[in-house]
C-alpha cells in the first residue's frame, strides 16, 4: 500500500474533496511524521462508513469527545495501512466483527477539525484530522458492543436520521449526506 499514491490517484467528488485531497498530499510532503499524533499541527486518521446489505442504513456511534452521533474512526497511529486501521476501528468501537470492505479503495476524502479537548486526563490542542474514509458493509443483526471509554451507545440509523441526530452541523452537510450520496 502507498498512502501518498492512492489519495493522488484518488478522483475526488466535489470542491471540497479537491481542495482537501491537494492539501492532503502538500502535509505528507512536508511532515514526515504525518502518521504520528505528536504531530499535533494535524495527522492522518482513518474512517469507516458502515452500511447495511440493502444500503439503507448506517452504524453510528455516540462519541463521547464530540457528545453526538458520529460514524466511526480513529488515529493512524503509525500505521500507513489506513484500510486496517478503519476497519479495527469499527470493532473496537462497535463489536461488529464480520464487516467488509466493499472496495478496497478510497470512499471519501476530508481535512476534519478537532477542538482541544481532555483526552485520558491530558489537555490535546485543536488540530486537524486528515482523514480518508472507506465503506464497509455489515449485517445489522450481528450484536453491537460499547465501548465505553470512547462512546455511549451503538444504533443503526436510516440514512435520513443519520443526518438529523448528529449536533455537528457541518459533518452533517459536507460528510455524511456526501457519503449518503455515494451509496446510492
Known amino acids: 500500500m502507498n498512502l501518498f ?3 493522488k490517484d484518488y478522483s475526488p467528488l466535489n470542491q471540497q474533496e479537491v481542495c482537501d485531497r491537494r492539501l492532503m498530499l502538500e502535509f505528507m510532503i512536508r511532515n514526515p511524521d504525518h502518521l504520528e499524533r505528536q504531530n499535533q499541527t494535524g ?34 497511529d503509525g500505521m500507513e495501512d489506513l484500510r486496517s486501521v478503519a476497519l479495527r476501528e469499527l470493532q473496537e468501537e462497535t463489536g461488529v466483527k464480520n464487516a467488509v470492505l466493499v472496495n478496497p479503495d478510497i470512499f471519501s476524502l476530508e481535512i476534519l477539525t478537532v477542538n482541544g ?14 482523514n480518508v474514509t472507506y465503506l464497509a458493509e455489515a ?9 465505553e471509554s470512547e462512546n455511549q451507545a451503538v444504533k443503526w ?14 459533518f452533517a ?4 449526506r456526501k457519503l449518503i450520496e455515494r451509496c446510492r
Do not use: C
Not at 481532555?118 to 485543536?126: E, L, M, Q
Open 5 to 7: 499514491q492512492d489519495i
Open 43 to 76: 495527522h492522518f486518521s482513518a474512517s469507516v462508513w458502515t452500511v447495511n446489505r440493502e444500503r439503507t442504513k448506517t452504524l453510528m456511534v455516540y462519541h463521547n469527545i464530540y457528545d453526538s452521533w458520529s460514524w466511526i474512526g480513529g488515529h493512524a
Open 117 to 130: 479537548h481532555i483526552r485520558k486526563g491530558i489537555y490535546v490542542p485543536s488540530h486537524l484530522h486528515m
Open 139 to 147: 449485517d445489522e443483526k450481528e450484536e453491537l458492543t460499547v465501548n
Open 157 to 170: 440509523w436510516s440514512f435520513e436520521d443519520a443526518l438529523k441526530v448528529t449536533t455537528e452541523p457541518w
Open 173 to 176: 452537510e459536507w460528510i455524511y
